[in-house]
């Protein structure tokens, strides 16, 4: 799977690899509506395509995978250790730590969307800190 | 603008704002009044306070939406307006009774204004933001069946386009179910259920269908990407709205009286509701970053990009936060649900509004776009409001966590006005956000008067 030249981005629905687009999708659906399944789907979509002809399809996939671990250490990690800090029948633990997740889970979303969308239109595209460097 | 009866829509938007501008004032007194109990007592009591805030709200909004139909219609039919005369004499009559109503809220008691509406013959006032007295309430269906029909007959002798079909929809749904205002039984279970009818399966059903329409329409314009790859947008979002937001009403019937099925289908339903808010934040990038030229109304983008976030976090997010049974079963009724109000119906509702109005007002003053002072002032408004919504939200969440925490969780739980108390410094916090709200949205009416060198309309 080789990346295109140009894609007519006025008339085409979908001109990015759906490989790319899968991948996007896959850490969306991890955050969203299949949390873990989603995961493990990304993970096996990234070990069958990483060899792939495209640098876009690579490009999106190490960063899904990358930033899922990333994401997750960050989200549940900190919201634990407020937890663990506040103590669980503190309600200063629950104003805090519900807040911070509530605002890191809809960040890593909205970043989501950005990566779908870059790669819907066949861009490469890096997350912002959690994201590793793009590769040349 | 490509036809002369376009115009008709200008008296509508600015109606429109200054009425957004009386709904953030009460808004404000509102805010005050939570710290300071007795502020503007006995003038405006908080009871009429929040009824003027909520009913401003409904009003401006509806003026919003005739008067994007009135733009958009007749240009996607490619036809004059059927009667651009009629369109004049519903704005008189729905800004005269729209006015009246509020001042009857103001300087008549509730009560007596009841009994001086006819609420005797046929009783639907003193429920949730379907206060409105039944004169009202007649004038509302009058000027929605006529304005119906002006926008449907335009449509019908000109060209049917996806947008407004889908546009219609929408408007014939609100009005459609705003008949259900008018029943009002008995039961109070069963009065709970089909009032739901009214504000669910407006702001989360047939409204879903306008704002995506708005933002459609204004995406072509301003992106140029073909009409094909929107439309096909447009039909996966309205299908995403209609099958998770109809049955997701089930999230209002947890507690009320209901069969206890209800808490699977709401908890289910609704739980996928973020999903067209989702898609319409990817639709607005999407679209704009597909883009070959920049559009010389840079405002308007902004605005259009905004909606798509600001629904997605206020709608989607802050709707999902509590609409599971289990988490509703603490969270229900407390100022988690006033966060959630404020953000979806800001970022949903409030933004595609005035993101039709970014686009169209220009034109309908004669010229493609503001001048870029005029833009960055505009675009200045959209950060300040927006990030204070954020923080109106933040705060309120935050009260919220609290409550629940000082009312329904701990051992020794306290009364609702005793924790209403506790949370106090959030309310603080939150009229402050409150105040530069207000700033954002002067600042957005000073845009409108900032001359400059704008560019004009092509021929």
Redesign the interface.
Known sequence: MTDRQQPNLLKENMPGPPVAVLAEALFLANLMIIPVLGFVLMVALWWKFRHSDSAIVRNHLQQTVVTSISGATILIGVSVTIFLLGGIDNPVSWVIGVLYFICVHAALILLGVFGLNRAILARKWRYPLLGPRIED | MKYQSQAVALPYFIAAIALFAGQVIFGLILGTQYVIGDFLFPEIPFNIARMVHTNLLIVWLLFGFMGAAYYLVPEEAETELYSPLLAWILFWVFLAAGVLTILGYLFVDYNTLATMTGNNLLATMGREFLEQPLLTKIGIVVVALAFLFNISMTMLRGRKTVINIVLLIGLWGLAIFFLFAFYNPTNLVMDKFYWWWVVHLWVEGVWELIMAALLAFVLIKVT???R??IE?WLYVIITLALVTGIIGTGHHYFWIGTPEYWQWWGSIFSALE??PF?AM??FA??MV????REHPNKAAVLWALGTG?MA??GAG??GF?HTLAPVNYYTHGTQITAAHGHLAFYGAYVLVVITIISYAMPILRGRAANSPKAQVLEMWSFWIMTIAMVFIT?FL??AG??QI??QRV?ETPMSFMMAQDQVALFYWMRVWAGVAFFAGLVTYVLSFFVKGESKPLSA
């Open positions: 140029g990407v073909d094909e790859v096909k973020p999903i989702f934040t990817v990038f999407n970053n597909r883009r070959r976030v997605f976090l997010v802050w936060l933040l969440t935050a966590i609290l925490w000082l701990s």
